[in-house]
T-cell receptor, first 111, second 112 residues
Framework: GAGVSQSPSNKVTEKGKDVELRCDPI?????LYWYRQRLGQGLEFLIY????????KSGLPSDRFSAERTGESVSTLTIQRTQQEDSAVYLC?????????FGSGTRLTVV | DQQVKQNSPSLSVQEGRISILNCDYT??????FLWYKKYPAEGPTFLIS?????DKNEDGRFTVFLNKSAKHLSLHIVPSQPGDSAVYFC???????????FGTGTSLTVIP
């Protein structure tokens, strides 16, 4: 596609449930990033995939968070046993040597 | 610990005037800086960048200034237009391919 696609665009879930967020990067982009933005805060780095290298998971806030990416395609971010503090907009970005492009994000609300 | 700071959460400017958005950073190893613009319900879009070998980069109405000694950068928009109303994030990294650290954003409102 022409841009980075994220789904769903909005997700409301009950506390304690698991959620899975999806990111379709731009074709050919080798790097993929997940960020989150909580209300009133900046973009917070979560995880970085580069080709077939081991991902940089240094930004994941707890072991309830995990992400996968198969090759240079779709990535999924999974949050287990969601908590209210997980409510945020989760943004995915992919990049090539020409720059980084963000998706529109998934707004997650944990009630 | 916030390594990139935008201390003004909001800014209002009259159409046609200059908008100046400021950003400070703490990590002296940062050598690549970007500004992103974000409209509601959309992802951030790249606006302009600057590497530490330069102190100014200009693209149309947008100019980014970098003061390495002060660890400060600013984005100037001249003249400001109502369509510029958005949240502006600055970001910094060591090199162009590594993790970026984002500021908390400044919401710019350009008043017609």
């Amino acid at each position: 596609g022409a841009g980075v696609s994220q789904s769903p665009s909005n997700k409301v879930t009950e506390k304690g449930k698991d959620v899975e967020l999806r990111c379709d990067p731009i074709s050919g982009h080798t790097a993929l990033y997940w960020y989150r933005q909580r209300l009133g805060q900046g973009l917070e780095f979560l995880i970085y995939f580069q080709g077939n290298s081991a991902p940089d998971k240094s930004g994941l806030p707890s072991d309830r968070f995990s992400a996968e990416r198969t090759g240079e395609s779709v990535s999924t971010l999974t949050i287990q046993r969601t908590q209210q503090e997980d409510s945020a907009v989760y943004l995915c970005a992919s990049s090539s040597s020409l720059g980084r492009t963000f998706g529109s994000g998934t707004r997650l609300t944990v009630v | 610990d916030q390594q990139v700071k935008q201390n003004s959460p909001s800014l209002s400017v009259q159409e046609g005037r200059i908008s100046i958005l400021n950003c400070d950073y703490t990590n002296s190893m940062f050598d690549y800086f970007l500004w992103y613009k974000k409209y509601p319900a959309e992802g951030p879009t790249f606006l302009i960048s600057i590497s530490s070998i330069k102190d100014k980069n200009e693209d149309g109405r947008f100019t980014v200034f970098l003061n390495k000694s002060a660890k400060h950068l600013s984005l100037h928009i001249v003249p400001s237009q109502p369509g510029d109303s958005a949240v502006y994030f600055c970001a910094a990294s060591e090199g162009t391919g590594n993790q970026f650290y984002f500021g908390t954003g400044t919401s710019l409102t350009v008043i017609p």
